[in-house]
């Protein structure tokens, strides 16, 4: 199994662990598969557009975007000036799910469930309100 070892590198030191961690680190073969695939993600960005929303407190309105790079971190020069924590959690399981097909090999693109609502149900089910978000991923440009 080929890997990048600049990549084992880079890890090494945003982990921040010694050698004897990253050695232990690349002899798991599930680490192994992912760092041949980490290129794939490093390529992409993940947008999450808000496709519907009323009465979200932040402010989140339709059409917003949040962007995330292939590791699933926020674009925070990207982000709107506020941006919901709970939207994020909700959007976590989505994240993932991207991550884990290029691991596997398909097309981080092809997510059949793409959706994720904010945990607050809604003026009409006792909340405030509520969001609708749908995730695509796209070539980093």
């Not at 921040?16 to 490093?42: C, H, P, W």
């Not at 090999?105 to 994720?116: V, Y």
Request: some cysteine; charged content about 25%; aromatic content about 10%.
């Amino acid at each position: 199994m080929e890997f990048d070892e600049n990549a084992i590198g880079f890890l090494k030191e945003m982990l921040g662990y010694s050698d004897d961690e990253m050695e232990e680190f690349v002899a798991d073969t599930r680490n192994k598969l992912v760092l041949t695939k980490m290129a794939e993600l490093a390529n992409k960005t993940i947008v999450a557009e808000f496709v519907e929303s009323h009465g979200c407190y932040i402010g989140h309105r339709k059409g917003d975007k949040l962007f995330f790079d292939g590791g699933g971190n926020l674009i925070t020069g990207k982000a709107p000036r506020r941006v919901c924590p709970f939207a994020i959690t909700a959007l976590t399981p989505l994240l993932f799910a991207v991550q884990e097909l290029a691991y596997a090999g398909a097309d981080a693109g092809e997510l059949r469930f793409n959706r994720a609502g904010c945990p607050d149900v809604g003026l009409n089910c006792g909340g405030w309100g509520h969001v609708v978000m749908e995730l695509t991923v796209e070539d980093r440009t």
